[in-house]
Nanobody, 118 residues
Framework: QAQLVESGGGLVQAGGSLTLSCAAS????????MGWSRQAPGKEREFVAA????????YYTDSVEGRFTISGDNAKNTVYLQMNSLKPEDTAVYYC???????????WGKGTLVTVSS
C-alpha cells in the first residue's frame, strides 16, 4: 500500500508560478511512475503530466506543454510540478498519482487546490 501527500497549492495571479510536490510512501513496493492530474469545477479529471522512474521520460498534456515541468527525486519518491505562466484556466484541484508494484496498482493523493486569478 502507498500513501501520497501533496503540497504547494494556493492562489496566484495569471502569469505567475507555483510548484507542487508530492511524496509517496511505499515501503514494500517500487514506484514505476508518478504524475499529476487535475479537475476543474464542473469538469472531468484530466491528465496533466507524468514521469517514468526508470527512464526519466516525461509526458505532458498539450495545454501545459512548455509551461509546466515535471521532475522527480526517485530516492525520495517525490515528484514536483513546476507551473509557470499560469492561466485562469489552470485553476483546478491537482491530484498526484503513483503507479507502484508489483503487481502494478495506482494510488491517488487527496488533491491540492490551485487558483489562478485574472
Amino acid at each position: 500500500q502507498a500513501q501520497l501527500v501533496e503540497s504547494g497549492g494556493g492562489l496566484v495571479q495569471a502569469g505567475g508560478s507555483l510548484t507542487l510536490s508530492c511524496a509517496a510512501s511505499a515501503r514494500t513496493f517500487s514506484v514505476y511512475t508518478m504524475g499529476w492530474s487535475r479537475q476543474a469545477p464542473g469538469k472531468e479529471r484530466e491528465f496533466v503530466a507524468a514521469i517514468s522512474w526508470s527512464s526519466g521520460s516525461t509526458y505532458y498534456t498539450d495545454s501545459v506543454e512548455g509551461r509546466f515541468t515535471i521532475s522527480g527525486d526517485n530516492a525520495k519518491n517525490t515528484v514536483y510540478l513546476q507551473m509557470n505562466s499560469l492561466k485562469p484556466e489552470d485553476t483546478a484541484v491537482y491530484y498526484c498519482n503513483a503507479r507502484v508494484g508489483p503487481p502494478a496498482m495506482d494510488y491517488w493523493g487527496k488533491g491540492t487546490l490551485v487558483t489562478v486569478s485574472s
